[in-house]
């Protein structure tokens, strides 16, 4: 199946930093999402971009579907400890539904104080 | 919140034994999917259902099999499990084809 590289795996940051992430894929996607998973919870849908180049914001949170469509980047502003989770991406293939879903393999966001 | 109750939300059972995992959702959802999250792996796809009686396999529904009588409630049976099938199973429901998923909060099971 198609892959989904999520990148970094992990990462440890201080209160108060801003937060990079990115997914890049070997497939062109119509669709890329971003999600976070809450430790003990299923995920829940941060962003959602729907077109090469966009770029859409949700609160600290900032991302944009890339213009090549095989990868897109999320950002926080400001961390905050309730931003620890893993956040994944997922990609949405051609066809257009969500059996066509694929997903990253995350990114743990640790937060110190 | 898109009123999606999984249970049981913890098992243990015995390699060989059959086991139901169910999906209630509220929000009368067409489309219900059943993931399984390992680690390494993210998400992957088992089954998912576009309506009542209408299901299909995903990326590794081989051990798996599901049923969906009824709008709301979309059932996982693992007829015989594994231990490759201890994993935490999420349920999730959309209203539309999109990616834009409503999750459950997980099963996890466990296979000795």
């Known amino acids: 199946g198609q892959q989904l590289n999520q990148s970094p795996q992990s990462m440890f940051i201080q209160e108060g930093e801003d937060v990079s992430m990115n997914c890049t894929s070997s497939?062109?996607?119509?669709?890329w999402l971003w999600y976070k998973q809450d430790p003990g919870e299923g995920p829940v849908l941060l962003i959602a971009?729907?077109?090469?180049?966009e770029l859409t914001s949700n609160g600290r949170l900032t991302a944009q579907f890339g213009i090549t469509r095989k990868d897109s980047f999320l950002n926080i502003s400001a961390s905050i400890p309730s931003d620890v989770g893993i956040y994944f991406c997922?990609?949405?293939?051609?066809?257009?539904?969500?059996?066509?879903?694929?997903f990253g393999t995350g990114t743990r966001l640790q937060v110190t104080l | 919140d898109a009123g999606i109750t999984q249970s049981p939300r913890h098992k243990v059972t015995e390699t060989g034994t059959p086991v139901t995992l169910r999906c209630h959702q509220t929000?009368?959802?067409?489309?219900m999917y059943w993931y399984r999250q390992d680690p390494g792996h993210g998400l992957r796809l088992i089954h998912y259902?576009?309506?009542?009686?209408?299901?299909d396999k995903g990326e590794v529904s081989d051990g798996y099999s599901v049923s969906r009588s009824k709008t709301e409630d979309f059932l996982l049976t693992l007829e015989s499990a594994t231990s490759s099938q201890t994993s935490v199973y999420f349920c999730?429901?959309?209203?539309?084809?999109?990616?834009?998923?409503?999750f459950g909060e997980g099963s996890r099971l466990t296979v000795l």
């Open positions: 997922a990609g949405q293939g051609v066809s257009g539904t969500a059996s066509k879903l694929t």
């Open positions: 497939s062109i996607f119509n669709t």
């Open positions: 971009l729907y077109k090469a180049g």
């Open positions: 929000e009368n959802h067409r489309y």
């Open positions: 259902s576009y309506g009542v009686k209408d299901t």
């Open positions: 999730a429901t959309t209203g539309t084809q999109g990616g834009e998923l409503f």
